[in-house]
């Protein structure tokens, strides 16, 4: 087809692709029986795309930290793909949305309300930081991003944005304009104008190699008010506040990064849609650092049964009451509202922010400890149970281990343990907030193992 090129190779910043031939020996391995009908199925009725579509393998149920095949075979899931803090179909939150269908109403026309729905937006005033008070909902991440950018251009009277390089902030155009990521605008063409990019704080790569944390904030920092400078029509700078990687910048970087929003009449955007809701040890990442103008949430939210994300600002924010900043038909969804309204209940009395800082570090320092064993992994890095393993061929060029970390993956899910990797090399953490030191011990014997056997020329 003209202008889209065949043998153009999928980026793998954000996630394992599906196209390595060590895939294809995955599924002739592991995908049999009613098992490969359904993945052939669904390769037929699906459009095809790197990260999803041929899948990896067919899944029949899920609880708690695990989920199980249509062969019956468990894994440990270290992904889940955000949603699930309080892990799969927690009991309490199945019962909250049984309820609200039991009661009657699940969909809500816009020009009305419900209760659910307000009291998610009251329970999530009561407990964001800094004065975030006002809520907006609507059924996915990508709309939320895109309601906080036009919000925010509402607000300052601007259109221009700052956003971080690698990075993901959803696959709509809004959304893709402001991510670092060509591989979700490549071919597209004209996106949202105005979209400018800088680094992100790596204190263990960064294009200066620089090894001194201070010196990469500096920097980054001076690239940010160098596009502020010379861009005067700056409405927001939107990034995670923890990475995906994940990379955890300083307090003093967003301290700065804040300073400059403020001086130079910028909001600031924080999107948690993976860290919020306990990911990090704390309800919110930005609790970490500063209280954006804007935050952003999903995933979790719907307690890992329902789509729903949203908005929450401050109170002088409410601004533009002659606009509909997000109109979305789902917009105060009750099933939706009482999904999340249990998941923050869950986290809550279960103390689930304490459980993720505390077994968070534990596996760190375990994971520390292997790479003393292991010159395979290169760093360690993150916060509460959002944790990357940064693996390299060489400690001191550090060039990234791709094949090696794809022969890792595979040979643990082969083992009954899943994660995905990122940024073609990276390994990356995130379970259920639920799981439990004994069964993270299981995960980290079976990815040390699998870990020594690439070591030692064992290939997949």
């Given at each position: 087809?003209?202008?889209?090129?065949?043998?153009?190779?999928?980026?793998?910043?954000?996630?394992?692709?599906?196209?390595?031939?060590?895939?294809?020996?995955?599924?002739?391995?592991n995908l049999s029986g009613e098992a490969r009908t359904w993945f052939e199925e669904d390769r037929r009725v699906f459009l095809h795309q790197s990260l999803s579509t041929p899948?990896?393998?067919?899944?029949?149920?899920?609880?708690?930290?695990?989920?199980?095949?249509?062969?019956?075979?468990?894994?440990?899931?270290?992904?889940?793909?955000?949603?699930?803090?309080?892990?799969?179909?927690?009991?309490?939150?199945?019962?909250?949305?049984?309820?609200?269908?039991?009661?009657?109403?699940?969909?809500?026309?816009?020009?009305?309300?419900?209760?659910?729905?307000?009291?998610?937006?009251?329970?999530?005033?009561?407990?964001?930081?800094?004065?975030?008070?006002?809520?907006?909902f609507c059924p996915g991440g990508t709309d939320a991003i895109?309601?906080?950018?036009?919000?925010?251009?509402?607000?300052?009277?601007r259109f221009k944005t700052i956003s971080?390089?690698?990075?993901?902030?959803?696959?709509?155009?809004?959304?893709?304009?402001?991510?670092?990521?060509?591989?979700?605008?490549?071919?597209?063409?004209?996106?949202?104008?105005?979209?400018?990019?800088?680094?992100?704080?790596?204190?263990?790569?960064?294009?200066?190699?620089?090894?001194?944390?201070?010196?990469?904030?500096a920097e980054c920092l001076r690239q940010i008010e160098g596009v502020l400078k010379r861009e005067p029509e700056m409405a927001a700078l939107i990034g995670e506040p923890v990475s995906a990687n994940p990379v955890v910048p300083s307090r003093r970087y967003w301290e700065g990064v804040k300073e400059l929003c403020e001086k130079y009449g910028a909001l600031l955007i924080f999107d948690e849609i993976i860290?919020?809701?306990?990911?990090?040890?704390?309800?919110?990442?930005?609790?970490?650092?500063?209280?954006?103008d804007i935050l952003?949430?999903?995933?979790?939210?719907?307690?890992?049964?329902?789509?729903l994300a949203g908005i929450v600002t401050l109170e002088r924010y409410n601004c533009c009451p002659d606009r509909?900043?997000?109109?979305y038909t789902h917009e105060k969804n009750a099933l939706s509202a009482a999904a999340a309204l249990a998941e923050i209940d869950v986290i809550e009395r279960n103390d689930l922010c304490?459980?993720?800082?505390?077994?968070?570090?534990?596996?760190?320092?375990?994971?520390?400890?292997?790479?003393?064993?292991?010159?395979?992994?290169?760093?360690?890095?993150?916060?509460?149970l959002h944790i990357g393993i940064d693996l390299v061929r060489d400690r001191k060029t550090k060039e990234r281990a791709v094949r090696e970390a794809e022969a890792v993956m595979f040979k643990c899910m082969e083992r009954g343990l899943a994660f995905k990797t990122i940024d073609g090399n990276m390994i990356t953490l995130r379970p259920a907030l639920v799981i439990t030191r004994e069964e993270m011990d299981w995960a980290l014997a079976i990815l040390e193992e699998a870990i020594g056997e690439v070591e030692a020329g064992s290939t997949y």
């Open positions: 087809m003209a202008g889209r090129g065949e043998d153009r190779r999928p980026e793998a910043e954000q996630g394992d692709i599906n196209t390595t031939a060590a895939r294809g020996r995955y599924w002739e391995r899948v990896l393998n067919v899944i029949a149920r899920a609880e708690g930290p695990w989920i199980e095949d249509l062969q019956g075979k468990r894994y440990l899931d270290m992904h889940g793909n955000g949603v699930h803090n309080a892990g799969f179909n927690h009991p309490e939150i199945l019962q909250a949305v049984r309820r609200q269908i039991d009661e009657g109403l699940t969909f809500c026309p816009r020009r009305y309300t419900n209760i659910p729905a307000v009291r998610l937006a009251k329970k999530l005033a009561e407990i964001a930081p800094g004065g975030l008070c006002r809520s907006l895109e309601m906080a950018l036009k919000l925010a251009r509402l607000v300052t009277g971080f390089w690698d990075s993901f902030h959803g696959a709509g155009f809004g959304a893709s304009a402001v991510g670092g990521e060509e591989h979700f605008h490549g071919g597209l063409g004209p996106l949202m104008p105005g979209a400018f990019h800088v680094e992100f704080p790596n204190y263990y790569r960064n294009p200066w190699r620089f090894t001194d944390p201070d010196d990469v904030d860290e919020g809701f306990g990911r990090t040890g704390k309800m919110f990442a930005c609790e970490h650092f500063v209280t954006p952003v949430l999903g995933k979790s939210l719907g307690g890992g049964i329902v789509p509909s900043v997000g109109h304490g459980h993720a800082a505390q077994l968070g570090a534990y596996t760190q320092e375990r994971l520390r400890e292997m790479a003393e064993r292991h010159p395979l992994i290169g760093c360690v890095t993150g916060i509460g």
